[in-house]
């Protein structure tokens, strides 16, 4: 099986990467009360870092023409009804379980090629510790670049 590694952004990644080591969780993601102090380090951000990956490397195949019935990744409330994402709990959200089985496993996603990068895995596992904060409307639609957008 040929795996290909899409890497892109790498400076930024790492940038944004630096000081933000997922640790075994650092506490439970208290949403910053309004009017308090910005938090020091800038929170990922769904539209920058997430959404490319779950349209590059997710919805080729998690859409509703290919796999009809588990349009999982279109918006925030279709990832948490099937447990892709469970704010705050990214030991327990299937979007990052499936990504870390062993590549060879049936379960391992994605199956073929795009497999992602380490940096990837550690973006989606912050934001997700962060309460996976995703917009809704058409920034927050993520959808395959391919399919014809009405
Ligand atoms: C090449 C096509 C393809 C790609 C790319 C792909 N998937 Fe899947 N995925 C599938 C298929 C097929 C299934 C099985 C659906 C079923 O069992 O009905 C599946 C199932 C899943 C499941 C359910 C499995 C379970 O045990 O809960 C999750 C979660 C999942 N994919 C996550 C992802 C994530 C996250 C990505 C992107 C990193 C991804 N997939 C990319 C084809 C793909």
Redesign the pocket.
Known sequence: MKLIRVVFGIGTLSAMLAGCVPKEEEATPAPAPAGSPAPKKEAVSFTKSIKPI?SN??T???NVEV?PN?PWFETRDSALKSG?IVPGKPDLS??LT??KEDPEAE?A????S?R?SKEEIALLRTWITEGANWPGGKAGRVEPAFIPQE
């Not at 996603?109 to 073929?112: Q, S, Y």
Request: some cysteine; hydrophobic content about 50%.
């Open positions: 779950l490397k997710c080729i195949c998690h796999l588990r892709m299937r979007i499936v990504i379960k996603m994605p199956p073929v795009h992602l």
